[in-house]
């Protein structure tokens, strides 16, 4: 072989390395700038409680990850190279918590390492200017309403009774927008996930303190409600649970809860961030409105306060499991309620029937009445 072949071929291979190595640079961006790392503000972080609890790197990611998906990108170049297991966290936090990313895909691309994250979408971006002015709209309504009331506590309750009154419970892990606010506001039709993502939009757009949770019920179910701030107080919220999906029907047994008694059914997954502790009690449903039981008799009363005032509904909060039971024997399974109404409402209306919604898990009794 010769020196001249030699020195070519030795060229040759050189260039050739040097083509595919340059290929491969640009491809995994290993000489790309980082962009600068940018923050929400301060007011924007206190309406993202679980962004709080990331570190600056990962709020950096966060916010990289926001803004791109905000402007529908494809590919979005992130302040630091990250494993794949904080990506999945942070891609996870940004699908669950900002409500208004109904359009994003709950499934993602990952790698070991990423410094550019891929964005997988429902359907094709073209679709999504008519769909986004129609969920800003609905959004706008259910916004003007809440935003009416005259505290946090009624506000919250507003958005509750709101979201009820407008969608349908669904069953589907994620058959297109089931799980997202979008099916809740706009279609009507959610899953449990949906439901929080609409509560938790809602109420982050009207000032309240707000964050979805993902955990199990107590029967190994996986679920999704949510944590708000009413006062200086953290309440536990579980908007599907309250939906009966019955006209007229809303509950408020899952409405501003402790952990005390939400825990019972409720346990959080904390793998992404830390949910919050929940045990106020000044505005708790139950307390609030005086219909919580330490007593039989305290359950008598709340009965024949509400039914001098004619209402229609009445509910009941019992403090414990015996004197929830002592009450249901009693008056439900023998009947003295009935003695009580017509005493207590004194207004010989005639015949009166009665429907007994019982939740003893939540140690709740409502009794619907009908003249």
């Known amino acids: ?10 060229v040759s291979v050189c260039m050739m390395f040097l083509i595919v190595g340059t290929k491969f640079v640009r491809e995994v961006g290993i000489l790309h700038k980082y962009p600068k790392p940018e923050y929400f503000s301060a007011e924007e972080e206190q309406c993202r409680p679980a962004y709080s609890q990331l570190n600056d790197k ?15 990108e494809d590919k979005i170049q992130l302040p630091y190279e990250i494993d794949g297991e904080t990506y999945t ?16 895909d709950s499934t993602y691309y990952t790698a070991r390492k990423l410094r550019e994250a891929r964005i997988a979408y429902r359907e094709d971006k073209s679709v999504y200017d008519e769909k986004i002015r129609s969920f800003n709209s609905v959004k706008s309504a259910v916004i003007s309403r809440a935003s009416g009331a005259n505290d946090d506590y009624n506000k919250a309750m507003r958005i509750h009774d709101s979201i009820v009154n407008r969608c349908k419970y669904v069953t589907g892990e994620d058959e297109l927008y089931t799980s ?41 179910e996986n679920h999704a409600w949510n944590q708000v701030m009413i006062g200086d107080e953290w309440y536990n919220m579980d908007v599907t649970w309250d ?47 005086d219909i919580l039981a330490d007593t039989v008799e305290k ?73």
């Not at 004197?323 to 017509?342: G, H």
């Open 58 to 72: 990962e709020k950096a990611v966060y916010h990289a990850l926001w803004a791109g998906i905000r402007n529908r």
């Open 1 to 10: 072989m010769s020196k001249k072949f030699t020195i070519i071929l030795f």
């Open 180 to 220: 997202t606010a979008y099916g809740c506001l706009v279609e009507g039709e959610a899953n449990c996930e949906g439901y929080a993502k609409a509560f938790n939009l809602i109420a982050t757009e009207c000032g309240l303190r707000c964050v979805l949770v993902t955990g199990t019920t107590d029967t190994g």
């Open 243 to 289: 939906d009966s999906d019955i006209a007229g029907d809303t509950r408020r047994e899952y409405f501003l809860c402790n952990d005390e008694s939400f825990g019972a059914t409720h346990t959080a997954d904390d793998s992404y961030f830390k949910s919050f502790e929940c045990k106020g009690a000044s505005n708790a449903y139950y307390k609030r409105n």
């Open 89 to 104: 966290k942070l891609y996870c936090l940004v699908e669950k918590q900002e409500g208004d990313f109904f359009y994003i």
């Open 299 to 371: 359950a008598e009363e709340i009965v024949r306060r509400a039914a001098a005032q004619k209402a229609p509904e009445i509910e009941i909060k019992f403090a414990n499991i015996k004197v929830y039971r002592d009450f249901k024997r009693d008056y439900i399974d023998n009947s003295y309620i009935f003695e009580v109404l017509i005493d207590a409402a004194d207004d010989g209306d005639g015949p009166m029937s009665m429907q007994v919604r019982d939740n003893e898990k939540e140690l709740c009794i409502t009794l619907l009445l009908y003249k």
